[in-house]
């Protein structure tokens, strides 16, 4: 009870509100952070699953096991069914060839449809696909197929009446299956129509979602039983742009979240350290009263313990509050509705609050507890224990453990630590040189600055060093996030191709070309496509290879070209000449078959057998939305084979018509919008680019928090010198200077030393986390310590600004 | 009378950066059960030290304590607390009293640290006896330095837990001015002769020496001048 009464009196005396505060703080700001984080992950991981439209998705080529279902049904899963596949439909005595999607009642089970009921209504979201007897159709199937809404339009021997403009789909995917417009119909129409026949080239699509331990039961059970045919796609397997994506979210967002960890547990550091110079006096008269070391580190222990479980509730309860209203009030910028606080982000502040305090507050207690009593006769209230290695080694230990844990990242923690240790033994440098320059002969405040700044050199080194942190933190934060944002927009450029036409005949490609000249649409080359099968590798059948990778599961899209494509990249070997033969090879598809230049390839195509050797490796941007292509051969190998012709073109929305144009001229050619996908892609990114920014700002608060607690450790003094120095006739102005002076100065060194570390920093996520390419950021280098002077600047001196509002006799009489 | 506090051949020394320096040369003395010790001498002599390990504060670096009967030189440092809880009062000059805590919070302290109960009746009946009944909720900040004095010697007295009860002064009356100083002696000595404590005392002042039953005069951290203020001369036995 002791510790527990000493530290409510302690607390009313004031001693204790510095450290309990910055615990707050501390938690306050991680269990907002995980919280935030947590949700918006959770929130984004949900829009991603709206591109499966389902949370698990079995695909397969043909109708599955009912037995597989029943199992489904057996766990509790939801389900529900789409049978994908193109076809000719019919209206008016007009054909058109579309993709068409039956669905049953289960679909979507994760995302919605948006239709519109008539050509001039707003859309409409719907959670079901059309009853059976109707049709949702694309709106630029109706003036190819001259009908209305109401109209029927054949689907085989069935006649389904067309009651909805389909206007969006969550799934919209970019495979053959996907290509032309689209007619979105019921399965129960499927029997009476007679379109689907042995051998028609159909994808079944099984949806499922439900209970995460259901799920994994599920899809483990099933997933031996699976054929070469059939796959199991989930969010990462599905969508691996996306998946990208939301990876490289995730382990930013972490990034923001250990470093408002570290900026916490410096403010957390700071106060202890305070509070235990501030106890010397106390403990050194409570061990003259007859305590020992033991009772002492008793008291204290239990006090601490009590202002951890107190204040980290307390930051728990507030960091839950704030995130709760800042979801609230961003609930509209959440791709879906806010998913509901999960219990791990109070986890992660407990876990802070607990490591902020052990880590960090616990070294001055031990040291307090080593206090001399004979201080006491003494006077003399420095502390003597000079062994403060391990308050340097418990708190960093602490943190970057806790940092660990939260990023899941040795990487990510090791590129903190070189930053930190750079920043640490930095300030030590930096403050030297700010002490020893000869800004003092400016005069005045000048001196009083820097005689401040001398006075407290010790203590200015680890104030820079935490400034520094903060600094390093939110320009680290700015950096990484200006170059990551940078790069998701470079993968999907302005005017990246949106349309792709498929099936293009040999025969139509001229004219073709001619069309989009003539419509001033510049496309990508037009390449032939052959669909054939890699069966052996220097005889060796692919077969037989060991995890097999996807490129020889199924049949891929082989093709010849004189011209090397701009975003294409020899690595090894050499392109054609015009005697060469041979093939060019995907360079990551080559490395996982474990290829080598000179290796026999052998193709089945159509039934034929073709082997050509590997002629160069080559690299290529998935991401540049042009035909791309794993084998590339070298022209005169594939001539003989039936091919169609593909190629791709950027449209802008206003000549949207041109599809139709194209379309009629040539009803065979399909055409894939991409911009449709583009434009669910671009979303999901700026979803992303919200969090950041939410996280960012959240950041920026914790660290001006931070910056002023810090300050605040010191106002004791600076309260007595300003004291001093206005009872000797310093003016109030002058003393207001030199505190704008002495945190300007104290700021742009630690904005100088927090470029560095935030430069050292950038450059190892780059290269190690976010894989991107190395940069230097000059403006960095100025941006440092003009941020730093501004912020420190005006944090500080507003922190210290009683030291010169107060009447110094008042002050002078507390402090006595 | 028996000794409550004896000291024999104390040597204390300290490493410095300019190599070791004696603060303590070959001290001994004894003390008998309520007897009065003044230890006198200029700044530096070595008189805090002294009063330091006399009260188990710190151990010497060669010689012998016994304080209330048992050597404490022999123990750890959480003996030695113990034996500072149950037996030893401490009147700083610059008072040290804890800021966060009132008046009655800063007497109730030592019975605290003891672990024992009725810690607020004990020290509120203390500061009845130093005139300070209607200052309890009072923090220090808002006492003058002689109301702080006399918390201060309220707390030395709640102290006390046993019989053997030994109450330390270092120069009590150092920051306070001349009239407020000289109530603060009177006080100490009033309560002193009442609970028949043991009183070491360390001054500047000849006057204050004066009304001690013993006068130890050091300098240079060695023993000047050890002799009884009562005509009890039988010191010359123990002193240096």
Not at chain 1, 6 to 26: C, N, P, Q, Y
Not at chain 2, 73 to 90: K, L, S, Y
Request: aromatic residues 6%; contains cysteine; hydrophobic residues 45%.
């Amino acid at each position: 009870m002791l510790p527990l009464r000493l530290l409510f009196r302690d607390w009313r005396g004031g001693e204790l509100a510095l450290i309990a505060s910055a615990l707050v703080l501390a938690v306050t700001c991680v269990t907002a952070i995980a919280h935030f984080t947590d949700r918006l992950t959770r929130a984004m991981e949900q829009q991603s699953l709206t591109f499966l439209a389902a949370e698990r998705v079995l695909r397969s080529s043909q109708p599955v096991d009912t037995a597989w279902l029943d199992k489904a049904e057996e766990l509790g899963l939801q389900q529900g069914q789409i049978i994908q596949f193109a076809s000719m439909i019919s209206a008016n005595d007009q054909f058109q060839f579309v993709s068409v999607k039956a669905v049953d009642s289960g679909y979507p089970l994760v995302g919605h449809l948006e239709i519109r009921r008539s050509q001039d209504a707003s859309s409409e979201i719907v959670q079901q696909g059309p009853p059976p007897g109707e049709a949702w159709i694309e709106s630029r199937l109706m003036p190819l197929l001259e009908i209305n809404l109401g109209d029927s339009i054949g689907l085989g021997d069935t006649q389904l009446k067309v009651t909805g403009l389909l206007e969006r789909e969550p799934d919209r995917g970019t495979s053959l299956f996907d290509m032309g417009a689209r007619v979105l119909a019921n399965v129960h129409d499927l029997p009476a129509s007679g379109v689907i026949q042995p051998g028609s080239r159909v994808r079944y699509r099984y949806l499922f979602a439900g209970d995460d331990q259901a799920l994994k039961e599920y899809f483990s059970w099933l997933k031996p039983q699976l054929t070469e045919h059939q796959r199991i796609l989930d969010l990462r397997e599905g969508q691996p742009r996306v998946a990208s994506a939301l990876n490289r979210a995730e382990r930013f967002l972490f990034l923001a979240a250990s470093l408002a960890v570290l900026l916490a547990s410096v403010a957390v550091g700071l106060a202890a350290r305070r509070y235990g110079l501030r106890h010397t006096a106390y403990v050194a008269v409570m061990k003259s009263l007859g305590a020992g070391r033991n009772k002492v580190l008793a008291i204290y222990l239990g006090q601490l313990g009590a202002l951890t479980l107190i204040a980290t509730a307390l930051g728990l309860a507030l960091g839950s509050f704030i995130q709760a209203q800042a979801v609230n009030l961003m609930a509209g910028f959440f791709p879906v509705a806010p998913p509901t606080s999960h219990w791990s982000p109070l986890l992660v502040g407990l876990a802070t609050g607990l490591a902020c305090a052990l880590g960090f507050a616990l070294p001055p207690l031990f040291r307090l507890a080593r206090t001399d009593p004979m201080q006491t006769l003494r006077k003399d209230w420095s502390n003597p224990d000079k062994r403060e290695w391990l308050g340097l080694i418990l708190g960093p230990s602490a943190m970057l453990l806790l940092i660990w844990w939260l990023s899941g990242s040795l990487a990510m923690t090791l590129a903190l630590l070189a930053g930190m240790a750079l920043l640490v033994g930095g300030s030590a440098l930096v403050n030297q040189l700010l002490v020893r320059g000869k800004l003092a002969s400016l005069g005045g405040a000048w001196r009083i600055a820097l005689g401040s700044l001398q006075r407290r050199a010790a203590f200015n080194t680890l104030l820079i060093a935490a400034f520094g942190t903060g600094l390093l933190a939110m320009l680290a934060l700015v950096f990484a996030r200006t170059a990551l944002i940078d790069e998701w927009r470079m993968q999907l450029p302005e005017k990246a191709p949106n349309h792709f036409l498929l099936n293009i005949a040999p025969t139509d490609v001229n004219g073709m070309r001619q069309m989009l000249e003539k419509e001033q649409v510049s496309s990508t080359e037009f390449y032939p496509m052959v669909r054939g099968r890699l069966i052996a590798i220097n005889d060796t059948p692919t077969k037989e290879l060991k995890d097999r990778p996807n490129g020889v599961r199924r049949e891929l899209n082989l093709s010849w070209t004189e011209n090397l494509a701009p975003d294409n990249r020899i690595l090894e070997g050499g392109w054609w000449d015009k005697t060469s033969e041979g093939v060019s090879v995907e360079v990551e598809l080559a490395a996982q078959l474990n290829l080598a230049l000179g290796d026999q390839l052998r193709f089945s195509i159509g039934g034929l057998e073709v082997e050509a050797p590997v002629a160069s490796f080559r690299s290529l941007d998935w991401n540049s939305m042009r035909p791309n292509f794993y084998m590339l051969f070298a022209p005169g190998t594939l001539e003989g084979f039936p091919a169609t012709y593909i190629t791709s073109f950027y449209l802008p929305p206003e000549n949207k018509l041109l599809i139709n144009d194209l379309v009629r001229s040539y009803p065979s050619v399909s055409v894939i919008e991409l911009d449709k996908i583009i434009l669910r892609i671009r979303d999901t990114i700026d979803q992303v680019s919200f969090a950041i920014e939410s996280v960012m700002a959240l950041m920026l608060i914790a660290g001006v928090l931070v910056l002023i607690a810090g300050v605040r450790a010191s106002i004791a003094e600076r309260l007595q010198e300003a004291a001093i120095i206005r009872t000797l006739g310093g003016r109030r102005r002058l003393l207001l200077k030199s505190l704008v002076l002495e945190f300007g100065l104290l700021g742009s060194a630690a904005g100088l030393l927090a470029a560095i570390g935030a430069e050292a920093t950038l450059i190892v996520l780059s290269q190690r986390v976010f894989e991107l390419p190395l940069m230097l950021h000059p403006s960095l280098w100025l941006l440092g310590p003009l941020v730093g002077a501004i912020l420190v600047g005006i944090a500080g001196t507003l922190a210290c600004y009683s030291s010169v509002s107060q009447p110094p006799l008042k002050v002078l009489r507390e402090l006595a | 009378m028996s000794a409550i506090l004896s000291a024999e051949n104390l040597y204390h020394r300290v490493s410095t950066s300019e190599g070791p320096l004696t603060l303590l040369n070959n001290i001994s003395l004894q003390l008998a059960r309520g007897e009065s010790l003044a230890v006198t001498g200029a700044s530096g002599s070595g008189k805090s030290t002294l009063l330091g390990l006399l009260a188990g504060l710190d151990k010497p670096s060669e010689g012998k304590i016994w304080l209330a009967g048992e050597e404490i030189t022999a123990m750890d440092e959480e003996q030695r607390a113990a034996v500072r809880a149950r037996c030893v009062g401490f009147v700083f000059q610059t008072f040290h009293l804890l800021p966060g805590l009132t008046a009655r919070e800063n007497v109730m302290l030592p019975s605290e640290l003891r672990g024992e109960r009725g810690a607020a009746k004990r020290a509120e009946e203390f500061l009845a006896k130093v005139g300070l009944e209607h200052r309890l909720s009072h923090y220090p900040r808002q006492l003058s330095g002689g109301e702080q004095q006399r918390v201060a010697i309220a707390r030395a007295f709640a102290s006390f837990s046993g019989e053997d009860a030994i109450l330390f002064a270092d120069e009590p009356t150092g920051s306070l001015d001349a009239g407020n100083g000289a109530k603060i002696i009177d006080l100490l000595f009033k309560l002193n002769a009442e609970s028949s404590t043991t009183l070491v005392l360390v001054t500047h002042e000849q006057r204050l020496a004066e009304r001690c039953a013993t006068h130890l005069q050091m300098s240079a951290g060695a023993v000047e001048s050890y002799e009884s203020l009562t005509g009890d001369d039988n010191l010359s036995e123990v002193s240096a």
